[in-house]
C-alpha cells in the first residue's frame, strides 16, 4: 500500500523551531526525490524543499537558511526541520514525490504567531 503520513506540526511562536517527519510506506520511496509542499490559507500549494536519493537539496528561496530537509532511506522517512519561523510560515505541510506521483496525506498544520 502506497501511503504518506505527516507530523510533527503545531502551535509556536515566530522565531521556533519544528521538525516535521513524513513517512512513507510502499517501493517508490528510495527511487524518488522526495519533497516538501505546503498550502497556507488562502493560498496554493508551493514546493517548499527537495532532497534527491542521493541526498542533493533544494529549498524555497524565502526558506534558504532557515528550513533544511533530510531523508533516511532505510526507515522511509524524510524530515523537515524548521528554525526562525515566522508567521507566513503558516500553513499545512505535506510530503510527496517530486513529481507529486503519490496520493496526498492528511498533512501536518503549522501555525506561528506573531
Known amino acids: 500500500q502506497v501511503q504518506l503520513m505527516e507530523s510533527g506540526g503545531g502551535l509556536v511562536q515566530a522565531g521556533g523551531s519544528l521538525r516535521l517527519s513524513c513517512a512513507a510506506s510502499?517501493?517508490?520511496?528510495?527511487?524518488?526525490?522526495m519533497s516538501w509542499y505546503r498550502q497556507g490559507p488562502g493560498k496554493r500549494r508551493e514546493l517548499v524543499a527537495s532532497?534527491?536519493?542521493?541526498?542533493?537539496?533544494n529549498v524555497l528561496d524565502s526558506v534558504k537558511g532557515r528550513f533544511t530537509i533530510s531523508r533516511d532511506n532505510t526507515k522511509k522517512m524524510v524530515y523537515l526541520q524548521m528554525n526562525d519561523l515566522e508567521p507566513d510560515d503558516t500553513a499545512v505541510y505535506y510530503c510527496?514525490?517530486?513529481?507529486?506521483?503519490?496520493?496526498w496525506g492528511q498533512g501536518t498544520q503549522v501555525t506561528v504567531s506573531s
Open positions: 532532497i534527491t536519493t542521493r541526498s542533493i537539496t
Open positions: 510502499g517501493s517508490f520511496f528510495n527511487d524518488n526525490t
Open positions: 510527496n514525490t517530486f513529481s507529486q506521483s503519490v496520493g
